[in-house]
């Protein structure tokens, strides 16, 4: 540990004798949990604005005085202990929040959903992990009253106002836990193919990732964090528990939108912007967007392939604040890619491994690329300190920066070429008027396969797609041009990610 990370950790109270007093009390307390975690912050930032979501604000006093008497009212009212399964189909908002410690508290094991899953995705997913309990929020009601799910449903606003409406000391004492359960996020988790990722609270095993934030990102000199990204992703996830253990103001919102996020932004004067690409594409087409992004220092991209002229247009308005962080549900993040290293390559780079991180390509083509293998003690339980195959084709250059070549499992043979949607996509989103696409193989009787193309443009682009295939003529492959392009509006899911099931069906 060098001496930068041992002075931001004594800034931060966590390497001080009190705080290492206060920490490992709160453990004792409330064992190894996300609620210990907040304890520490109401220590040292009681008065600090710790979560902002419309016109509701609470403080790290309040924030941990709620999560606490949530988790009373769930082991009292509703029976929940250590070892019991609840599900939690929630959108980023105040109950949300306090719902992750106070499970926590309980020792239980939550399974965090995707809001966009299906009805007939969520009651398979229920059943297959036994749930005990299913707390969701009332705009999903219909979802879940059509699956006739085979457990207790609770909705998280009730149990808000439970905890509001009840004012005085909630006389129940709370059993001694030695470790806060499991959280499980899912891989994939709208398509009915999804994967849990589950992962046991643990003091050390996310130190390494907590120093390279710290380190790189510097996100310890920050205050303030909009976390649009949904908590049942890994990396909004992640961004808020960070957030928490350094005291920062985090600013809810329940659904990404590009205007009201920038609201957001230039009121609360955020620092910190955690975007999945397809975020960071829609705030630029705001004209506005330069001024009311005037006090970010620090925009953080992961979870998709990032564009580079996204990346240019960041550095050209706000300078050297893009972050492009790579990894997987099952792994964890586990690469970093610079401001630097963005803009001193003419591809964008997913960075390189963080220390105590191993990667390895294994079957390596003749132009370099081959499978990504990644060995990390913060990766899913299961895996924990395990090589993993993460699916994904890469590239390693001499000064060891990555870039991503495609899924393996996405590559199709076109015209009797290997061919990946992903390369497609790249080269389509670099024309100037086009904000993103969305590339899939279909069949065709003649050809056997082609590639279609769903392309969004700019507001106030006229682009024809017979001008779009044009440009695209010297920079495609035969065997990769689209067959048929069709012009559209493409819409996200609530992870800030392109709807890509719903492009394929425009097309």
């Not at 309040?62 to 029976?79: E, I, N, S």
């Not at 499991?182 to 907590?210: D, H």
């Not at 790189?216 to 909004?236: C, I, K, M, T, W």
């Not at 970010?296 to 990346?311: F, N, Q, T, Y």
Request: proline share 5%.
């Amino acid at each position: 540990m060098n001496r930068t990370i041992i002075s931001k950790l004594m800034k931060l109270h966590i390497l001080t004798p009190g705080g290492l007093c206060t920490l490992l009390g709160s453990f004792f307390r409330d064992g190894i949990s996300l609620m210990a975690l907040l304890r520490f912050a109401a220590k040292y930032y009681p008065e600090h604005c710790a979560l902002t979501h419309n016109s509701k604000r609470l403080n790290y006093t309040q924030f941990y005085d709620h999560a606490t008497r949530l988790a009373k009212v769930l082991h009292r009212d509703y029976g929940l202990k250590a070892g019991m399964r609840v599900g939690v189909l929630c959108r980023n908002h105040t109950a949300m929040a306090l719902l992750l410690p106070a499970l926590s508290r309980l020792g239980v094991k939550m399974k965090l959903l995707n809001t966009d899953i299906a009805t007939t995705v969520l009651k398979e997913q229920v059943e297959r992990n036994r749930m005990d309990m299913l707390i969701g929020d009332a705009v999903m009601k219909e979802r879940y009253n059509n699956a006739s799910l085979p457990c207790p449903i609770r909705e998280s606003d009730d149990l808000y106002q439970e905890i509001l409406n009840n004012t005085h000391d909630i006389d129940v004492k709370l059993p001694r836990i030695m470790r806060g359960g499991e959280i499980s996020v899912f891989t994939g988790g709208s398509s009915g193919k999804s994967k849990e990722a589950p992962r046991k609270m643990a003091a050390m095993q996310f130190l390494p990732p907590f120093y390279a934030l710290l380190e790189q990102l510097r996100l310890d000199e920050h205050n303030s964090v909009l976390l649009a990204l949904p908590v049942y992703h890994g990396f909004g996830l992640a961004t808020l528990i960070m957030s928490i253990v350094m005291g920062k103001k985090v600013c809810l919102m329940s659904h990404f939108d590009a205007h009201n996020a920038l609201e957001i932004i230039a009121t609360e004067k955020i620092e910190v912007v955690p975007v999945v690409p397809a975020m960071l594409a829609r705030l630029w087409q705001n004209d506005e967007a330069p001024a009311l992004m005037r006090t970010v220092k620090c925009i953080i991209s992961g979870g998709d392939r990032l564009d580079k002229k996204w990346a240019s247009v960041t550095h050209d308005h706000l300078g050297n604040v893009l972050y492009n962080l790579f990894g997987t549900s099952e792994a964890g993040f586990f690469m970093i890619a610079t401001p630097q290293d963005l803009s001193s390559n003419e591809e964008v780079t997913i960075g390189r491994p963080i220390s105590g991180v191993e990667c390895k390509i294994e079957e390596v083509d003749s132009n370099g690329v081959g499978a990504l293998w990644v060995r990390s003690a913060w990766a899913m339980t299961s895996l924990k300190n395990k090589w993993q195959n993460t699916g994904d084709l890469v590239y390693r250059n001499s000064q060891g920066c990555y870039f991503y070549r495609g899924r393996s499992d996405n590559m199709v043979v076109c015209g009797g070429e290997n061919v990946f949607p992903e390369n497609v996509e790249k080269v389509i989103n670099s024309h100037p008027e086009v904000i993103t696409s969305v590339v899939t193989a279909a069949p065709h009787p003649h050809f056997g396969t082609v590639l279609n193309a769903t392309v969004e443009i700019a507001p106030g682009s006229t682009l024809p797609a017979s001008a779009l295939k044009a440009w695209l003529c010297p920079r495609l492959s035969r065997a990769e041009m689209p067959h048929h392009i069709a012009m559209s509006t493409i819409s996200t899911l609530d992870s800030g990610k392109i709807a890509r099931k719903q492009a394929q069906h425009s097309m």
